[in-house]
Structure formats: C-alpha cells, structure tokens
C-alpha cells in the first residue's frame, strides 16, 4: 500500500534522501527549535514585558538554530545525491513509503527520539532558562561587558533589585524598546565596538514613576534622619573625626524638606542642561498653588534652548548613582577606615593608602601586583618594627586597598575616580549646586537659594568626640 503515492509521489526521493547523517543532524535542529518554541511562547505571551532577556532566546538563539537546521538538511541531500551519481547507484525506482521501507523507519524514529527527548529537557529548562535570563548575574556577567556596574551593584541597597526593574520596566512600549536596544547592543558587544567608559545618563532609562517609584511612594512622609559622616585625617595617627547632620528629608504633606521643595504634589520642575547634565543654567519651578517661575544664569536667552537638554526633573537628577555608585579615593579609604578593614592604628596608613590608590595603573593585572606590595614595603621600610610585630595587619591592610581600587577602578573600561559623577548632596560633586548656586536668577529679582538649613541641621562637623552624640546616646 502506497500510503503517499500519486500527486505526492515526490515525498518519496526526500525520503530517501535526507536519509543521511548530515541531514539527521538538520532535522534534529529544527525539531529541537520546534518543541522549545512552543515551550517558550506562552512565557513569552504572558511574561515578556517582565523577561526582557527572554527575548534573546526566542527571537535569536531558537530562530538561529531552526534556521540552522533548515539549512543543514538540503546539503546532506545534495551530498548524496552526488555520491550517488558518481558511484551509479542512483536507484530507477524507489521504495514505496510504507512502515516496512526502512528509510521511512529510520526518519520517523529519529524525530519521535529527538521530539521525546526535547519535550523532556525542554519542560525542565524552560522556567530554569527564564528564571537565569531574568536575574542581576546574567545582566552582569552574561549578556554584557557590565563588570564595573555590576561590581558597585553588588555593594549597593539595591542589590536584591533585578536589573531588569530598572533599565526596562513594565508595559509593552518598555518591552519593544529593551528588544530594539538590545539588538544594537547585542552587535556592539559581538564586534567589540562600543564607548569606553560606557556613557551617562543613560537616556534610555524609563522615566522614575515606572522605576523608582514603583517601591519608593514619593507621597510617603520622609521625615528627618540623622547622618554621621566618618572622616580621618592623613597625619601619622590617622585622626578620626565625625560630622553630625539632621538631614530633612520632607516629602508627603511637609512643604519642607528635600523632598518637600522638589517632590510634593504640584511641584513641577523642568531645567535645561548639557548632555552630562553638569551644567544646568535654566529653571521652570512651579509651585503647588500654581505659580511658574523661571531662573537663569545671566547670559541666559530663550534662543540658547535648543542647545541644551529640556527635561522634567525627577529622582535621577539628584540619586544619579542609585545602585552603581563608586566613590572617591578619599571617601573610599575613610569607609573602609571606619569598618577598620584597613587598621587605622597603622601609622600615616590614610596618607599613604591615598598615594597608592591615586597612583595611574595601566591594568588590573597591575594594579594587583603593584598596591599591595607599595603598602608592604613601605612598612618595611618606614617602620620595620611595627611590621614584624604586626605583620598579619599591614597584609590584611594592603589587600584591602586592593580591593578599594578593584571596588571604584577598572583600567581596562577607562574608568578611574571621578568618572562618573555622584550627585547625591554637594560635597564631591557639584550635586545640588548646579541650581543652588544663588546664580539662577527670575525676572523679579528672585534666586534659587543656597540655604544650607533648609535640607539639613549641621550639629557637629569634623569633630573627634561630638557631644551631641553622648547626648543621644550613640558613642562616638
């Protein structure tokens, strides 16, 4: 019985045909593309806008192996055809297709085997693939050249934030824009051509209502919080000292407060800026009554608009480096003193731990042969009795620097201290005054102030035994 005789008689030679091994392999590619596509399609549907990554696994990796796949199967059937014809074996007429032909056997076989097995492993590493697509240490050390935002994500509060909460968001707009970059980026990375350092602001962030505030409910009363900033100075006992703040965060009803002048409802903020956003020389303020005013620097003029940026202002415009922030030397050394990861008993360690981390270093590789040994041997040196007596100390000391510099430094992406700008306060960076500078100026005489009391109390600053803190109860 001729079960696909007639018209579809030309089913017979394809049978014959792909019965090779080139062309098994082409057809397990395609099965296998097959399954794991309807596998991965409902968690597509339902979740991709929540799995932007997954995009990669189904519009790239499983198209490329059907494809593949597609391909592979007519060479194998070309190739022995051709050895067919050279040898003269090309059979006049071929077997029927029937379950007894063992070429139709052999074919049907070979996709029950290969659509068993991938139903099989499929199911169990389709949630296992989602689940890895969707986490921080795919983003980080997967799919990008990410080491330095992933290092400083890693000792950031938002360490148990995916990624994808932030740079994608939710909605379908989020989505298709994440998959349009992401192909782009996808080529930059395969052809090794793309900006070192990676450039900020990232444009392509969602705005902060569909990130940040999706945990952080701007109508959420802030309050006041009490900071105590460590520093030590770089003399020969490493003096420490402490600077105490109210800071006044405001927000919900308080008209006050950070959060109170920038963020309550009704306040609406946009300022123009140069594409770093270091220079902000245009300010619309409208106040919850509904007032506008406008400031400008004094060479200000409409017509300057279109050069510079026009934005709404929002949390990223003060917490630039929300979860990849990296420090300055000098702040970097005084936190890793205040933990006492470095022993701040060792004699000048602040002053000399600063002139080996500033120190240029043309890699990691480097920089790892080079700062501990500098600490090292400076104790060695300089003062070779505390360093027998205390040798396990100036080791520990000398990796820990190390590691400051591996923490905030990264030769190879061009980065170094001060690279990326932390805008959270005015003490490293501009911050603040890029509009608090009581340079912004309205047309009734008006400025943006510069009035230190209005974000914060300063109770104590740089002082070695604070009194208000035995007040509080907090030994210094």
């Keep these: 019985m001729e079960t696909f005789g007639g018209e579809r008689g030309w089913i017979k030679p394809f049978i014959h045909l792909v019965d090779n091994a080139i062309s098994k392999i082409g057809l397990v590619l395609v099965t296998t593309a097959v399954v794991a596509f309807f596998f991965i399609l409902p968690v597509e549907i339902r979740q991709g806008a929540q799995h932007p990554y997954l995009g990669i696994l189904f519009f790239v990796i499983i198209p490329s192996i059907f494809f593949l796949g597609i391909v592979i199967v007519p060479l194998g059937m070309v190739r022995k055809l051709r050895r067919e014809q050279r040898a003269g074996k090309i059979p006049e007429q071929l077997p029927p297709l029937e379950w007894d032909n063992p070429e139709v056997r052999r074919l049907f076989k070979l996709i029950g085997i290969a659509t068993f097995v991938n139903i099989i492993v499929g199911g169990y590493y389709t949630n296992a693939t989602v689940t ?24 950031s509060p938002h360490v148990r934030v995916p990624c994808v909460e932030c740079h994608v968001g939710h909605g379908t707009r989020a989505y298709l824009e994440s998959k349009m970059r992401g192909a782009g980026q996808l080529l930059a990375m395969a052809l ?36 105590v900033l460590d520093k030590f100075a770089e003399d020969e006992q490493n003096t420490p000292s402490k600077t105490v703040l109210i800071m006044r965060i405001g927000g919900g009803s308080m008209t006050k407060g950070i959060h109170g002048f920038h963020m309550k409802p009704g306040v609406h903020i946009e300022y123009a800026a140069t594409p770093d956003r ?37 949390c990223l415009d003060c917490h630039t480096r929300p979860s990849h922030r990296f420090y300055l030397a ?90 990326y700008p932390d805008h959270i306060g005015h003490t490293d960076f501009p911050g603040c005054f890029r509009c608090h500078d009581e340079m912004h100026t309205s047309k009734d005489g008006k400025v943006i102030p510069q009035d230190c009391s209005a974000c914060h109390e300063l109770l104590a600053i740089e002082e070695s035994d604070p009194e208000i803190l035995t007040s509080l109860g907090i030994q210094p």
């Design 192 to 227: 090794d051509n793309y900006e070192r350092p990676i450039p900020t602001p990232v444009r392509t962030l969602r705005p902060a209502r569909d990130t940040c505030e999706e945990c952080h409910w701007p109508q959420k009363f802030g309050g006041y919080r009490l900071d």
């Design 330 to 419: 000098d702040r970097a050394m005084d936190r890793a003193l205040s933990l006492n990861l470095i022993d701040r008993s060792l004699p000048w360690v602040k002053k000399k731990g600063l002139e080996i981390l500033e120190a240029e270093y043309q890699s990691t590789e480097e920089a790892e042969q080079k700062i501990p040994a500098a600490l090292i041997s400076y104790y060695k040196k300089e003062y070779p009795k505390i360093y027998e007596a205390r040798r396990e100390a100036v080791e520990r000391s000398a990796q820990q620097l190390l590691a400051l510099f591996k923490r905030n430094v990264f030769p190879e992406m061009r980065i170094t201290w001060g690279t």
């Design 132 to 155: 890895y697509m969707d986490s921080a240490g795919f983003c980080g050390t997967a799919c990008h050249t990410m080491h330095p935002e992933y290092t400083a994500y890693l000792d």
């Design 278 to 314: 270091q220079e902000i020389p245009w300010v619309r303020y409208q106040s919850p009554d509904g007032t506008v005013t406008e400031y400008a620097v004094e060479d200000w003029t409409p017509e300057k608009a279109s050069q510079y940026e026009v934005r709404v202002m929002d």
